[in-house]
């Protein structure tokens, strides 16, 4: 029998995630399949419905349904709480499961591009304290890295760092960027700035040490602004396509019985169909 998954979302027309799927399904040989289902906010909880008897072994959720889907789920784990979103279902006698595997994502595609990153690393430096943010954050705090929260707002970076901690944390503005720099071991931007050629204007890239890694989980386009500009100066950087391939994996591997791999071929099938 044909085992079935998806992405659900609002629109959902550009995601990838059909394709990477797809790549492992055929690489596998697997009787299943994976697409992408427009589902309104005002469709999910019938299409939980559909989830519950059985159509499908599971699948991803994306913008705007990542909160929604909280109340719907029978059980939600601890770790998707703490993220304050659900990306991944599993679907099991009836029952839906909620967790997020978007924090495997973000330490997944740092440990293969940038081994040891994380070793004797004195400072995280995070800017953005968005739903984006909370992954990356989660993920620092598993590595027990001391963190640099920036932020437009300080009340929002406030916020989250109490849900969240509030040990380890220290929250700023993003007019703060330059003054926290010259201390950051890393440094990852979680806001949308870095899309249609949008770029910090504020930050002199000249203040971070030699040797600190900029990461940024923006993929489209693969190199942002910020990232040239710290290649530009010789600085390591990772792109955020790696982040998308990663947190792929778990569910995978728990609809369709088998552990994929992200491999060179599947990333340059990804990075045909973005912007450069």
């Known amino acids: 029998m044909t085992t079935k998954a998806f992405v659900i979302g609002h629109p959902i027309a550009h995601s990838r995630s059909p394709l ?3 790549t492992w399904l055929a690489e596998h040989g697997i009787d299943g399949t994976y697409e992408a289902i427009d589902v309104p906010p005002d469709a999910l909880e019938s299409f939980f419905e559909r989830l519950r008897g059985g ?33 991944t279902l599993v679907a099991r006698d009836g029952k839906v499961h ?44 598993s ?11 300080r009340e929002t970076g406030d916020r989250l760092a109490s849900e969240l901690g509030p040990e380890g944390f220290t929250v700023g503005t993003l007019e703060n960027i330059n003054a926290s720099a010259p201390h950051a071991g890393l440094v990852v931007n979680t806001t949308s700035i870095g899309m249609h050629g949008t ?12 040797g600190t890694l900029v990461t940024d989980i923006v993929y489209s386009p693969l190199e942002t602004p910020l990232l040239a500009d710290a290649r530009a100066r010789g600085l390591p950087t990772v792109d ?12 995978f ?3 369709f019985g088998v552990q994929p791999t992200v491999t060179p071929d599947l990333r340059a099938r990804i990075e045909a169909t973005l912007d450069h």
């Open 20 to 22: 990477i799927h797809g």
């Open 55 to 87: 159509e499908f072994a599971g699948g991803n959720v994306t913008i705007p349904h990542k909160q929604a889907v909280f109340a719907l789920c029978d059980s939600v784990d601890e770790l998707a709480r703490k993220i304050g979103a659900v990306n």
């Open 98 to 141: 909620g967790t997020n595997t978007d924090y495997l994502g973000f330490l997944g595609n740092l440990d293969a591009k940038a081994p040891g990153w994380s070793d004797r690393l004195d400072c995280a430096l995070v800017l953005g304290a968005g739903g984006a943010a909370r992954a990356v954050l989660v993920a620092l705090q």
């Open 143 to 153: 590595r027990n890295i001391p963190i640099v929260l920036l932020n437009r707002t």
């Open 199 to 210: 770029r910090f204007d504020q930050f002199d890239i000249s203040l971070l040490r030699p």
């Open 240 to 251: 955020g396509l790696g982040m998308l391939l990663h947190q792929a994996v778990p569910g």
């Open 253 to 255: 591997a728990a609809w």
